[in-house]
Nanobody
Framework: QVQLVESGGGLVQAGGSLRLSCAAS????????MGWFRQAPGKEREFVAA????????YYSDSAKGRFTISRDNAKNTVYLQMNSLKPEDTAVYYC????????????????WGQGTQVTVSS
């Protein structure tokens, strides 16, 4: 069982930055592919980014590529999402997710996910 707790969301102006964190419980954190997805009001869930268990591979949606950076610290059981050049269309609840493969996370079929953290970008 893995529990995921996100933090770091908030209100930011367009062009600003936020860093989301996701703290995971359990001793098996380093075996999971970790990632983020988001959901805006009235919209479908959207894959944002994923990182391999070792941290050697990173994967992004087209909307996140070049602006967001995913990283992880296996010693701290934490995954991060650095978001720069934020746009109003990035406004959403951001969820941390954990799974067995990048494919599973891209398909939004994780084994575990958190409660989410709200990100609001004002224009």
């Amino acid at each position: 069982q893995v529990q995921l707790v996100e933090s770091g969301g908030g209100l930011v102006q367009a062009g600003g930055s936020l860093r989301l964190s996701c703290a995971a419980s359990g001793r098996t954190f380093s075996t999971y592919v970790m990632g983020w997805f988001r959901q805006a009001p009235g919209k479908e869930r959207e894959f944002v980014a994923a990182i391999s268990s070792s941290g050697g591979g990173t994967y992004y949606s087209d909307s996140a590529k070049g602006r967001f950076t995913i990283s992880r610290d296996n010693a701290k059981n934490t995954v991060y999402l650095q978001m720069n050049s934020l746009k109003p269309e990035d406004t959403a609840v951001y969820y941390c997710q954990a799974g067995a493969s990048v494919y599973a996370l891209r398909s939004l079929r994780p084994d575990y996910w958190g409660q989410g953290t709200q990100v609001t970008v004002s224009s």
